[in-house]
């Protein structure tokens, strides 16, 4: 029997979820994975599960963890690889990833993550563009210190957890990137656990298809 559960929402569309599954996944936590389908005006079923009525949440050999920070704290505890092992780069990996758990609402707003589609061109408000702008900084920052492929080096960690649905709304919004973007984004969406969980996004049933999320054409 499994060790606890992770509830997540939509994969096509949550992005929040992705953090958090890929975290747990990362650290090999022993747990179910309870996949509730978001509705279009808040999930009554979500609602009556996690503390916050939002997902991911976390249940784990009695612990409840919500919020992907917390849980990718709690994942570190057991597998401390998430983060870099040397002290000044993991305070670095850590701001990053808080900055990018508090902020880069603009882009939220702009470009909502849907794994199934191409919204080339649209949507690049200058709020947008504005986020778009520090976190190409950010990845840049970290790839020419570490080297790649990842943010800091060779092993996909929290990080690059935290950053990975914004790879994929640049894969469905293409805004205009650096090269270096570029690469980093094509690496965020070949790791093995990013490609499975698109493989199972794209299986989802028709019927989870939202139109706040789909029905967009400027
Ligand atoms: N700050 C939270 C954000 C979680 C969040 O906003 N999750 C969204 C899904 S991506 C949600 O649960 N929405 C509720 C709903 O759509 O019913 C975290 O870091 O986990």
Redesign the pocket.
Known sequence: MAEGRLVI?TKR?????L??WLLVRLARLDVEEVVVP??EN??AA?KAISPT????FLEHRGARV????AIAEYCAEFHPALWPQDRTARAHARSIASEM?AGFRGLRVSMPMNLGRDFAGLRRTPEALADIARIEAIWAEALSAHGGPFLFGKEFGAADAMFAPVVTRFLTWKPDLSETSRAYCAAVRAHPLVARWYDEAAREPADWLLSKYEDITA
Request: aromatic share 14%; no cysteine.
């Open positions: 929402g569309y949550s992005s929040w979820s953090r958090g978001l509705a808040g999930t979500i009525g939002l997902v991911p919500w919020e992907s920070l758990h």
